[in-house]
């Protein structure tokens, strides 16, 4: 199930892309300063690194509930992107834009490479784990199997 910890940490990215796109409109509506916007874009990367940390928390396997509002902050963070993109273009800062994208993206890689690693390894326990109990089943069916003919030995004598 969704842990305490990952329910907040989706309810806060929701809750701090709903402010960024409340300052992001106040900085177009007021032409705020360069410095405005880099806080906003600090933000929009902290977004971004909490919905990649509640995956990895997760091993990248959600229920529905969970990925239902994992992809309800995804694209509240694309719609977000869309409109910090509009307005740094506007602003003819769109080399602003592109090398941050470019971050942003090279992080989505490596978590979604990391997310990767995450269920293959989950997988490659739940593999060892069934050999195992097999094996582990195997020898006490064998075991039972000598104390029983031990056993119908030592009662026929």
Do not use: P
């Amino acid at each position: 199930m969704f842990g305490i910890g990952e329910v907040a940490a989706i309810g806060a990215v929701i809750s701090t892309l709903k402010s960024l796109n409340d300052a992001l409109s106040t900085i177009k509506e007021t032409g705020g300063h360069a410095s405005d916007m880099a806080n906003i874009i600090g933000k929009y990367s902290d977004v971004e690194q909490k919905i990649q940390e509640v995956e990895t928390a997760k091993g990248g396997i959600l229920d529905v509930k969970q990925s239902m509002q994992l992809q309800i902050a995804k694209r509240q963070a694309e719609s977000f992107n869309r409109a910090l993109k509009d307005s740094l273009l506007m602003s003819g800062q769109g080399s602003q834009y592109t090398e941050i994208m470019t971050r942003v993206e090279e992080s989505k890689e490596r978590h979604k490479k990391a997310i990767g690693d995450l269920k293959r390894a989950k997988a490659k326990r739940n593999k060892m784990l069934k050999e195992l109990l097999t094996y582990f089943g195997a020898v006490l069916i064998a075991f039972g199997v000598c104390m029983a003919g031990l056993f119908l030995f030592l009662w026929s004598q």
